[in-house]
């Protein structure tokens, strides 16, 4: 280090701290000269010799040179008289600075004891910290009862830019302000004491807030009663830091008013930068602090600082208050994920990089607008502020973590937690393959509702794509169950006027031609589906075993190549043979079904087990083609009482259907099985209430349930959070969504069951007792869940195989994300299939995998490179 005056000595004797720690135990620094005090039993031999290896040729044994002019500071040395140092750390930049910890341990993931104090801080002034503050007062206003709400003790700290003070004040001065109470805390010794002096004046000052719901009353400390107090300062925060047995009286003295005054929560908007002013808060392990940035660079680079020093010494663990960031000035499209990368990435700086879902949602984007950007009046502000996603993002926070903990606290679990657990285990194990005979209801998709709304007045013609595990296979056997399609959409349309059947009568059958593997688990659905068209009066009856037939020929026929027109001839062969060849042609079939006025749709599932090679096999493709293009074509035009359901694998449509692909996708697209990250939700609700009818409470269908309603739903399923509600633990949905997702926003029905089948797998210690689910099971189910994964995406997409070998193979030191072009050598044609089925993604150079395959080919993250992968997931 350069030397220009005593204070650079200073600092670099005790940025070295840890080499003489042990010969030396403290130092004095003058403009002058400079005292070493020995430990007792130490020699100044000893002292000399670290004092070299520190300042090297600039420290002679008797004096250290500085830089700037010839002058020099003598070195003197002498023994430490006192015995005991004061080892609680002083909460000042200054003295944090120079420590391992910026915390006094004993105070770690201890409690406040009154109101829980909230700090608002940002590096930069303004940056929006103010309007957050304010943005969080109004979502606590809105968001409450307000009959019986509880006021918010608001605290202007801004010492030097006061700004809630100027926006909240009133013609006449106020009856007390934030430095009358600094004043009086530096008098007195305990913070009961001054509680008992300044409560009843605190409480005066009320200031009402007009909100959508009604009108809010809130307790605002203002900076200052008089502008002479602001200018002629005697008491500070860094006064009482540094004064004898108060270091932490500041926090206490709040909380404690917060409590004398009924207000639920303490809300203190800080001095901006890295200001003494506002450490003695941001240094109390005991408050929770907001670190308001925008996406410019001095902005990010100054929070980066303040950063590392509020991180030194505090455990990530959900009983820690860890700083969160709220990024502000968020412009639209803006990629704002190398920001929180690396800003994520110095909580971690001098821990090893993990895969803590604490850090998931420790950054809250604030996008930017332009209303929000001049400040003047309060109710101005909060008016501009509705419908902001600004508002909404902190709304988001002041429910997930100050209202859902207050409902967690009061929550019963009304059912026995091992029978929810058992039950639902049982139910997912038996529907994770559509097995099952039991009817039950089934949850109305927006695909399925567009399938009955399409053909709610006709014979279906149709091709339902979907992924492996979409439901394809379940969708199949509940149309077969209820025998008669016109069953089917009356059963399913319940709840739906605009989708009821008319009443007319049923004459739809549904005939199984073609099923999966999986349909063994269903046989009693298949049986009665075939009884129920045998009884119907057709000269031609069908085999219990039709679709094993159906598949026999198939397999049989598909060993030799064929053309188009040549497999359009097969697949009609497939359905009169059906009918053990009691009709000659399909023209035939269709003239009897028009006499006796019956109308049947054959159904065909598992053609995967059949084409197993469409990628490469030109006959294969031209089966495909023949079925589910000209087939369905001729069948619309020419047959009235004849349809077909065919349901496919998307990737085998895309394969095989490789002309006017993008048209014949947009003719299906809208019956298409994929699940949304809404719906993905529904379907976890719905999956819990028919293995335990109890636990839906709701008053209207889960189909038709608000968001609001299937959100409370799931915190008693799995909690708000991965931790107690109000940690730092990321949101239980959320983390669970983007777990099971892939790059293209795709999870799958049997992702859903599977993770609730492994997450029930047994029951283990209650740790909450708001939820069924524990976070222990919810991550285990996880990992689980990639290994089930990646082995049905090797079955299915038999390309992506090679590729994960190369992936699951490497040496652990490569396993690591982003990782660059040349860590794998990956081709560009394995790179267009990762990224086509969302099992990659590239990212200025950096590659990513999604969660879903990642923990099966045990990869890690770099520092700061998980929330990136997250904000890919659930973009």
Known sequence: MTLYTWKDIERELLLNKGKWRGVISDTEIYSDEVIIYLEKGQTEVAAKKILGDIFG????????????????????????????????????????????????????????????????????????RTLSLLAFVKAWSELNDLEYAQKLLIVDADLEAPGITWLTMKQEEAAFSFLDLLEVTQEKDHADEVIELIADKVSELTVRIETERGRAEHIVLPTYRYVEQLLDMYASPESLAISYNKKYILAEVLSKLGKKVNAGLVLVDLRAGLSEFSAPLLFDPRVKK???????????????????????????????????????????????????????????????????SIMDDIVTELPFASELVHLETLPKIMTNLSGRDFYKNICDIVKNSYMVSREAKNATLKISRNDVINHIHEFASNQ????????????????????????????????????????????????????????????????????????????????????????????????????????????????????????????????????????????????????????????????????????????????????????????????????????????????????????????????????????????????????????????????????????????????????????????????????????????????????????????????????????????????????????????????????????????????LGPIFDKLEHASEEKKVLPFAADTFNLTQAEEKIMKQEGYLKIDNDRYYLPEIIRHALKFKYEKGARPKVLSLLLK
Request: net charge negative; glycine share 8%; aromatic share 8%.
């Open 290 to 356: 907001y670190l308001v940035t925008s996406t410019s660079y001095q902005s990010v680079k100054g929070t980066g600082i303040l950063l590392q020093q509020l991180s030194k010494g505090l455990p990530l663990n959900e009983n820690s208050k860890i700083p969160e960031i709220l990024l502000t000035m968020v412009q639209n499209g803006m990629n704002t994920a190398e920001i929180i990368s690396e800003l994520i990435a110095v909580y971690h700086s001098d821990r090893v990089a993990g895969d803590d």
């Open 432 to 799: 994770i393959t559509a097995e099952g005979n039991g009817t039950f209801e089934v949850l109305m998709t927006e695909s399925i509702q567009n399938l009955i709304r399409k053909h709610k007045n006709s014979i279906p013609n149709t091709v339902i794509m979907g992924a492996k595990g979409s439901g394809k296979t379940f969708l199949y056997r509940e149309i077969l169950r209820d025998q008669y399609w016109e069953r089917f959409v009356e059963r399913m349309s319940k709840n739906d006027t605009e989708s009821k059947g008319s009443g007319r009568d049923r004459c739809i059958l549904t005939v199984p031609l073609l099923a999966s593997g999986n349909a063994g688990g269903f046989p009693e659905v298949i049986k009665n589906a075939i009884a129920g068209f045998n009884q119907c009066g057709t000269r031609g009856k069908i085999s219990n075993l039709v679709y094993v037939d159906s598949k026999d020929m198939l397999l049989t026929l598909v060993r030799k190549d064929h053309d188009i027109l040549e497999w359009k001839e097969i697949w009609k062969k497939v359905i009169l043979n059906a009918f053990d060849k009691t009709y000659q042609s399909l023209a035939e079939l269709e003239e009897e079904l028009q006499d006796k006025h019956i109308k049947i749709v054959f159904l065909l599932d598992g053609l995967e087990e059949i084409f197993e090679h469409t990628v490469s096999s030109e006959n294969e493709k031209n089966a495909i083609r023949a079925l589910c293009r000209d087939l369905v074509d001729e069948v619309k035009i020419a047959y009235h009482n004849v349809g077909l359901m065919i349901f496919l694998r998307k990737d085998m449509a895309r394969d095989s259907l490789t002309i006017n692909y993008e048209q014949f996708y947009s003719l299906y697209r809208d019956v298409e099985l994929q699940w949304s990250n809404t719906e993905a939700l529904r379907l976890a609700v719905w999956l819990t209430s028919q293995a335990v009818p109890d636990f839906y409470q709701g008053n209207i269908s889960i189909e038709r349930a608000p968001g609001e309603v299937i959100e409370q739903t799931l915190n008693r399923l799995w909690g708000v959070k991965l931790g107690k509600p109000t940690s730092n633990e990321a949101n239980s949905s959320r983390w669970i969504l983007a777990a099971l997702s892939d790059f293209n926003g795709q999870l799958q029905a049997r992702d859903i069951i599977r993770f609730l089948e492994k997450a029930t797998d047994h029951v283990g210690k209650a740790v909450y007792e708001d939820r069924y689910l524990m976070p222990a099971e919810i991550r285990r189910a996880v990992s689980e869940c990639s290994n089930g994964k990646i082995g049905e995406i090797r079955d299915e997409i038999k390309a």
């Open 57 to 128: 040729k600039k420290y002679d044994g008797g004096k250290i040179m500085l830089d700037l002019s010839d002058e020099s500071l003598g070195v003197s040395f002498g023994i430490d008289e006192i015995e005991d140092h004061d080892s609680v750390v002083t909460p000042l930049f200054r003295n944090v600075l120079y420590q391992k910890t910026a915390y006094f341990n004993e105070l770690i993931e201890k409690e406040l004891p009154g109101a829980p104090v909230l700090a608002f801080h940002s590096y930069k002034g303004g940056v929006g």
